[in-house]
């Protein structure tokens, strides 16, 4: 039967020049390469229910997603990231906490024992795509893979070259390339490594190594990664943020660390999606890295998220969900037995009226969307220039369950240009651009807390998906803009005193509180983090931006 399967499966119409497999010593003949999700789908079934869940293949839900499980890590393993230091790397990379050094010799082990997987598994997927819409500067990466998933997930969230496309610019080397070997477990005893899991780049030889971890989102955040690491060497700017389109053409970013809204927010019937993720800036304008959107689903309806719920379908990739039954296959997005990470995978194209190409304009306005657990940032402010800086160099947010393994309540946390993890270079260097560009184009910057209000996270509630949604119009309408505003103490951030469809007493949080002392305590504790926080920039920062934090 399988062999049956295989001789049917596997045309030859994309086949990789096999010196692209013999230079890494990969001799799997099993070679399927940019295969059709049809194709994906047949061998994603196979093995549907394995009792086993680490081994578990998945099956189809009800509207025709690939449903797969990533067994144990269901989130990113920032601690067991590695990059490799030599002579190139040794002085460019921020080293420290986010950028963990691994020796070369340690990498190729790495790389050589991921091969060795690769060359045992009874297939092998590559998926050849392009990171980023913008024709001058888009980046070649080659994934090789082991699980039907993985091929379909990439292929999403990458840019999908057409067969010319592949003829002529993947024939050869490409930019960089992933082996992922993730059902397999890093070795231990290989210095450098700390856990069953080993995510290791090679910024120098362009290339990631992945082992332990079946998390999909690893991969899509590794290229992102090697891209704020290449394209800033080209004057283009890279962005953890979504960004969507007006109908005059005004392009809004959304930046937000995981959790706090790129997604959901940038999905909006009334503008045109270029992206949910994951952005760059260059002289032309904005455009989209990826292919695809990742997001999250626990706790989907379509009532609050339609289009994001009318893209589960055929060629999406539902990760680590429940269904509500096995014989209805209908998806119980409301189960975080597995996980609070539950996610979907889907083409662009799956949100209505999403850019092709994903590019817009120079951004008319920035969104810094922070979830706030301690529930005293206001739901919008305006900042000035300063402020933008000095905020965007913070990057203070509560880290919400699931996207990183071990976070199990939100954790307040300071993460520099709103995605640290994914920052090769030292933060102020992105900062510095993000300030030219800002003041370069006119763009206004907003401070949106899309967390608690009326108390901490355990005392008030998440805002209100409905306010944040009002909100956002406000902005693009320009009501906030031309309207009036008070000032918010301590942080000293002009709040607007109305927004249409938004409760007034809401946009000062203290009026949402009971017990008001204690609001005053939270939002002085608050700001002193802050300020504790800001200490390791005091000497790379201007005394202009300094001033535009919190006084106490
Ligand atoms: N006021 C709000 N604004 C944005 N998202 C909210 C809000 N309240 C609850 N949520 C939920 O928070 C999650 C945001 O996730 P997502 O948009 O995927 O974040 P990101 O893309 O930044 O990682 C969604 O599950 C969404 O339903
Ligand atoms: C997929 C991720 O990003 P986000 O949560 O911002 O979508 C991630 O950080 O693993």
């Known amino acids: 039967m399988l062999h049956h399967l295989r001789k049917f499966m596997y045309s030859t119409s994309k086949a990789l020049p096999l010196e692209q497999l013999t230079r890494w010593g990969l001799h799997n003949t099993a070679v399927i390469r940019n295969a059709s999700t049809p194709e994906l789908y047949e061998i994603h079934a196979m093995n549907p229910f394995s009792a086993d869940p680490e081994t578990r ?3 189809i839900s009800n509207t025709g997603a690939m449903v797969a499980y990533s067994g144990k890590r269901t989130g990113r393993s920032p601690k067991d990231k590695r990059v490799v230091l030599d002579e190139q790397t040794e002085q460019e990379i921020w080293w420290g906490n986010v ?12 790389e050589q024992i991921a091969l060795k997987f690769l060359n045992t598994r009874p297939r092998l997927f590559v998926v050849d795509g392009y990171a980023g819409w913008d024709p001058q500067s888009r980046l070649r990466i080659r994934v090789f893979c ?8 990439m292929q999403n969230m990458l840019i999908k070259p057409t067969n010319e496309q592949l003829k002529k610019d993947f024939s050869d080397d490409v930019d960089f390339h992933i082996f992922n070997a993730g059902p397999m477990a890093a070795p231990k005893l290989v210095e450098g490594v700390g856990s069953e899991t080993c995510v290791s780049v090679n910024l120098t030889d362009k290339k990631m190594v992945i082992l332990g971890t079946q998390y999909a989102g690893e991969m899509k955040k590794g290229v992102f990664g090697v891209t704020h690491y290449m394209f800033p060497k080209q004057g283009i700017l890279t962005l953890h943020s979504s960004a969507n389109e007006g109908e005059d053409g005004d392009v809004t970013l959304l930046f937000g660390l995981s959790g706090t809204g790129k997604t959901t927010l940038s999905a909006d019937p009334k503008r045109k999606l270029i992206g949910d993720d994951e952005h760059g800036w260059s002289d032309n304008g904005i455009f989209n890295i990826e292919g695809g959107c990742y997001a999250k689903c626990v706790d989907l309806t379509y009532e609050k998220e339609p289009e994001i719920y009318d893209a589960i379908k055929f060629g999406a990739v539902l990760e680590n969900i429940e269904f509500l039954s096995k014989d209805s296959r209908e998806v119980d997005y409301n189960n975080i037995s597995i996980t609070e990470n539950t996610r979907v995978s889907y083409p662009l194209d799956f949100i209505p009226g999403a850019k092709n190409p994903a590019v817009g304009g120079h951004p008319k306005n ?30 203070y947010t509560a880290k919400v369950a699931g996207t990183e393994m071990g976070v199990k309540e939100p954790v307040a946390t300071f993460s520099a240009c709103f995605g640290e993890a994914f920052l090769p270079l030292h933060p102020t260097l992105y900062a510095t651009m993000l300030a030219d560009k800002m003041k370069q184009h006119g763009t206004k910057c907003w401070l949106i807390n899309t967390g608690w209000s009326g108390g901490k996270y355990g005392v008030g509630k998440r805002m209100s998906l409905k306010n944040t949604r009002s909100i956002i119009d406000a902005i693009h309408s320009g009501e906030l ?3 009036e505003f008070d000032n918010f ?33 939270t939002l002085r504790s608050l700001g002193e983090k802050f300020q504790q926080n800001f200490q390791k920039y005091q000497n790379k920062a201007s005394p202009e931006v300094i001033n535009a934090g919190p006084k106490l």
């Not at 950028?99 to 790495?110: E, G, R, V």
């Not at 969307?369 to 005293?376: E, M, Q, R």
């Not at 206001?378 to 990057?395: K, R």
């Open 489 to 521: 103490e301590i942080f000293n951030l002009r709040i607007p005193k109305r927004v249409t469809g938004v409760p007034d007493q809401i946009l000062h949080p203290k009026n949402t509180w009971t017990n008001k002392s204690e609001f005053d305590r």
């Open 366 to 395: 920035i969104l810094f969307l922070t979830c706030d657990a301690y529930g005293v940032l206001p739901p919008v402010s305006l900042l000035t220039p300063e402020q933008a800086m000095y905020h965007f160099i913070t990057g």
């Open 99 to 110: 950028n963990i050094p691994i020796s070369k010799k340690s990498h190729n082990l790495l």
């Open 57 to 59: 293949q998945g099956s």
């Open 146 to 153: 082991t699980r039907a998933y993985h091929a379909l997930f």
């Open 481 to 483: 803009a031309n309207g």
